[in-house]
């Protein structure tokens, strides 16, 4: 039997602004930070050791990542980082107000976007290679996805490396973004893609699955 914890990076500045960000690297706000404090207590009364943390390349994860390891004393843990764990990329609506574009297009329009698995924002016209994916080869950040491209690229992630450890026994610690942790939920509830909309992960609540010897998944819970 091994535990997953799953969590969402604290309130970001983008959230607070009501702003599509995506891949873009924006940090925390102080009441993210706090959150991301009290997540880490919650997840500390359950007493979990975690054999490691998976988090993605973007500043509002990692540090809501490392202020979750503070309050549960496991600073020491191995600690991986992947654009694979990456927030789902908003194409040319990231950096864009969400009531903004809302008004030009409609509420309609702006929640297909958001919520829908397999339809793809307006794409950016080209992408500027950041100097933090250069050791992956070109091409790693794309002009926008859908859900449902966040979903495969998440997945070998899960495959290769979270699998693996909770079928040794090791319980996995992921702090991450609302999109792709909704593709991993999607994957582990097994939300069919018409439901996935209504699927919802809020910053800095942090979700436990317990799974058997075969992973199938025990108990869900809500710390």
Known sequence: MATLVILRHGESVANRDNVFTGW????????????ARIAGQAIARTGL???ALH???????????????????QLYIPEYKSWRLNER????????????????????????WRRSFGVVPPLLEQVDQDRRYDRFGPHIEPRGESLEMAYHRL??????????????GQNQLIVAHG??????IKYLDRVPDADISQVEVANGEPIRYEFDDHLKILKKTLL
């Open 24 to 35: 873009s690297d924006v940090p925390l706000t102080s009441k993210g930070r706090e959150q």
């Open 49 to 51: 050791q975690f054999g």
């Open 55 to 73: 988090t993605s390349m973007l500043q509002r994860a990692i540090v809501t990542a490392n202020l979750v390891l503070e309050q549960i004393d």
């Open 89 to 112: 990329h908003y194409g040319a609506l990231r950096g864009h107000n969400k009531d903004q574009v809302r008004d030009q297009v409609g509420d309609r329009q702006v929640k297909i």
């Open 155 to 168: 997945m070998p992630y899960w495959v290769d490396q979270v699998a693996p450890r909770l079928l040794a």
């Open 179 to 184: 999109s792709t942790l909704r593709a991993l």
